[in-house]
């Protein structure tokens, strides 16, 4: 079963592919989008090790010849160093600006050889081919690329449509455990955000879609693009609607900066303890019931996830310094931190009328249990 859904930007529109076995029918998906035969891949060691193959002769079906180049794995991988290693060997391949460059990896892959392709020749089109259900469901849509900085996460970048997204959801099955839960992590932000009926869904079917079952993940990939897209078609450039994509973001990238970007957290398991941390402060700013930021932790933690700061193992800085790192965030406008809050499940919004000393006590709280 193969679903397509269309990011119908007026000029820009591009579909998402999703369904299983996609690599190996490469060819009929990236074929009607070059103008000659070519593309060139970045990858990374532990992606290219697992399917840079299958891609290539996917490819290779209808004679698309393919480059590639491997980069190591992980977070700490977005930076400029890298940034600067792929732009150089891009142009060594001589790309042209009508050629097409392939983003085949995980979120960081994405967002780093999406943001080398905007600055390349001054934009050449790629194509995201995610493999991490992180990225199927989020950061291969909408196109958000770029780097981090020392003082904070994707704090340089540019706004760089795909061409096209291959979602195959077969490719998760080769996740670790933890990999696919922390790509839940932004699934169920979906359902968190702006559908009830979907947060429900799944609450009745996510251990199936954590246990392999295809249908089920199928339909929680589909119906979190189809929400992306929406939004981004709402709101392409993060003027408005598309900051509620960052519910539990504001405490994550805090979390994450902190934490030097390592594998102490990934980046879906700090959004899952930032929606905890959302929902409670929605809670004490009276806006939604006691027991909901308790609905949405019970979840998580069915799921086996991390639900609090408690669960990053290693030190952490004090309330205050967590709040110092929130104020990096892209969200900050005119020195005010901008909040993705909820009145429930299903209903968030944006807003920067909250008091400092409320959001210092959610965090003195929480690391109170560590």
Same mark, same amino acid.
């Given at each position: 079963?193969?679903?397509?859904?269309?990011?119908?930007?007026?000029?820009?529109?591009?579909?998402?592919?999703?369904?299983?076995?996609?690599?190996?029918?490469?060819?009929?998906?990236?074929?009607?989008?070059?103008?000659?035969?070519?593309?060139?891949?970045?990858?990374?060691?532990?992606?290219?090790?697992?399917?840079?193959?299958?891609?290539?002769?996917?490819?290779?079906?209808?004679?698309?010849?393919?480059?590639?180049?491997?980069?190591?794995?992980?977070?700490?991988?977005?930076?400029?160093?890298?940034?600067?290693?792929?732009?150089?060997?891009?142009?060594?391949?001589?790309?042209?600006?009508?050629?097409?460059?392939?983003?085949?990896?995980?979120?960081?892959?994405?967002?780093?050889?999406?943001?080398?392709?905007?600055?390349?020749?001054?934009?050449?089109?790629?194509?995201?081919?995610?493999?991490?259900?992180?990225?199927?469901?989020?950061?291969?849509?909408?196109?958000?690329?770029?780097?981090?900085?020392?003082?904070?996460?994707?704090?340089?970048?540019?706004?760089?449509?795909?061409?096209?997204?291959?979602?195959?959801?077969?490719?998760?099955?080769?996740?670790?455990?933890?990999?696919?839960?922390?790509?839940?992590?932004?699934?169920?932000?979906? @359902?968190? /955000?702006? +559908? %009830?009926?979907?947060?429900?869904? !799944?609450?009745?079917?996510?251990?199936?879609?954590?246990? $392999?079952?295809?249908?089920?993940?199928?339909?929680?990939?589909?119906?979190?693009?189809?929400?992306?897209?929406?939004?981004?078609?709402?709101?392409?450039?993060?003027?408005?609607?598309?900051?509620?994509?960052?519910?539990?973001?504001?405490?994550?990238?805090?979390?994450?900066?902190?934490?030097?970007?390592?594998?102490?957290?990934?980046?879906?398991?700090?959004?899952?303890?930032?929606?905890?941390?959302?929902?409670?402060?929605?809670?004490?700013?009276?806006?939604?019931?006691?027991?909901?930021?308790?609905?949405?932790?019970?979840?998580?933690?069915?799921?086996?996830?991390?639900?609090?700061?408690?669960?990053?193992? @290693?030190? /952490?800085? +004090? %309330?205050?310094?967590?709040?110092? !790192?929130?104020?990096?965030?892209?969200?900050?406008?005119? $020195?005010?931190?901008?909040?993705?809050?909820?009145?429930?499940?299903?209903?968030?919004?944006?807003?920067?009328?909250?008091?400092?000393?409320?959001?210092?006590?959610?965090?003195?709280?929480?690391?109170?249990?560590?």
């Amino acid at each position: 079963m193969v679903e397509t859904v269309r990011v119908d930007l007026p000029g820009r529109a591009y579909d998402v592919v999703i369904g299983p076995d996609l690599l190996a029918q490469a060819d009929v998906y990236v074929g009607p989008i070059l103008h000659r035969p070519k593309v060139t891949v970045i990858t990374d060691d532990h992606v290219g090790a697992l399917h840079l193959e299958t891609l290539k002769a996917g490819l290779a079906r209808s004679g698309i010849a393919m480059q590639s180049l491997s980069l190591p794995p992980g977070e700490a991988t977005k930076n400029w160093s890298q940034l600067e290693h792929c732009v150089d060997w891009l142009l060594t391949q001589q790309v042209e600006r009508s050629d097409v460059v392939i983003a085949f990896g995980g979120g960081v892959i994405g967002d780093l050889v999406g943001f080398a392709a905007a600055i390349l020749r001054r934009g050449v089109r790629f194509v995201q081919i995610p493999t991490s259900l992180l990225a199927q469901v989020d950061s291969s849509v909408g196109g958000k690329t770029g780097i981090n900085a020392t003082q904070g996460k994707n704090l340089i970048g540019a706004f760089h449509q795909p061409s096209l997204v291959l979602a195959d959801t077969a490719v998760l099955g080769t996740l670790t455990a933890r990999d696919f839960l922390a790509g839940y992590g932004e699934v169920v932000k979906y @359902g968190m /955000l702006g +559908d %009830a009926d979907f947060f429900e869904w !799944l609450e009745k079917n996510a251990p199936a879609l954590a246990a $392999g079952d295809m249908d089920a993940r199928i339909k929680a990939v589909r119906r979190s693009v189809e929400m992306k897209a929406e939004i981004v078609v709402r709101d392409e450039t993060e003027q408005g609607d598309r900051a509620l994509l960052n519910l539990g973001h504001t405490f994550c990238h805090a979390l994450e900066t902190a934490t030097g970007y390592s594998d102490r957290l990934l980046h879906g398991e700090g959004v899952a303890i930032g929606c905890a941390l959302a929902f409670e402060l929605s809670s004490r700013l009276g806006l939604c019931a006691q027991e909901t930021p308790s609905r949405v932790r019970a979840h998580l933690r069915t799921m086996g996830m991390k639900t609090d700061i408690a669960d990053i193992a @290693g030190d /952490l800085p +004090d %309330a205050e310094g967590l709040l110092a !790192l929130m104020s990096q965030d892209k969200k900050v406008v005119d $020195g005010q931190l901008r909040f993705i809050l909820a009145r429930g499940i299903g209903q968030a919004f944006v807003t920067s009328d909250v008091p400092r000393d409320v959001v210092l006590g959610v965090l003195q709280d929480a690391l109170k249990d560590r």
